[in-house]
Each structure stands twice: as C-alpha cells, then as structure tokens.
C-alpha cells in the first residue's frame, strides 16, 4: 500500500519561505517521478514541481527561481522548499507520485496522492 503524508504548511507573510516535506512509504521515491501540485479554492488543480528518477527537476513557470523540488532517498522523502513566497501562491499543496519514472505535468499522469498540506500567504 503506497502512501504520501505531507507536512510543513502553515501562516506565513509575503517574501517568507516554507519548505513542505513528504514521507512516502510502499514506494521507493528513487524508482519514479515524484511532484507537487497545488489547488486554489475554485481552481484547478496545477502542477508546481517535479523530479524525476534521475535526478532531473521541472517547475510551473510561476515558481521557476522561487521554489525547490528535492528528494532525500535514505529518507524516503520529497521536499519542496518554498521562498519569496506571494499571497498568490495560497493554496492546499498535493505530493504526487507518478506511475512513471519521470513526473507528468498533467494530474492524469499520477497514480498516488497525499492528502495534502495547506500553505496561506498573507500580505
């Protein structure tokens, strides 16, 4: 049984960081694509970041220089470390793993998701 258990949301003022772990077990994090994606109230789910199984990474263009995708094999565990953060970047924040060794930018790409971790920016 896979499992993703986000931690590390919370309150946080305009141009703070963040950084949101997620613990995964029945999967090796090393085998597969692995992400984040987030949902604002009223909006689609969207892909923020991604690391694939080879250690390459890919991010929204809306986060590019501001947010880091991470894994820690020994650990099991994906980061996604948030700075300069904006009160747009207000969302629930979904770990995903994907079915694949690279990460889908697309939801329909991802077999396994977190339940998720709420991130509030206040300006």
């Known amino acids: 049984q896979v499992q993703l258990v986000e931690s590390g949301g919370g309150l946080v003022q305009a141009g703070g960081s963040l950084r949101l772990s997620c613990a995964v077990s029945?999967?090796?994090?090393?085998?597969?694509?692995m992400g984040w994606f987030r949902q604002a109230p009223g909006k689609e789910r969207d892909f923020v970041a991604g690391?694939?199984?080879?250690?390459?990474?890919n991010y929204a263009d809306s986060v590019k220089g501001r947010f880091t995708i991470s894994r820690d094999n020994a650990k099991n565990t994906v980061y996604l470390q948030m700075n300069s953060l904006k009160p747009d970047d207000t969302a629930v924040y979904y770990c995903?793993?994907?079915?694949?060794?690279?990460?889908?930018?697309?939801?329909?790409?991802?077999?396994?998701w977190g339940k998720g971790t709420l991130v509030t920016v206040s300006s």
């Open positions: 995903a793993s994907s079915g694949a060794l690279y990460m889908n930018s697309s939801p329909r790409g991802i077999d396994y």
């Open positions: 029945g999967r090796t994090v090393s085998r597969y694509g």
């Open positions: 690391i694939n199984w080879n250690w390459g990474t």
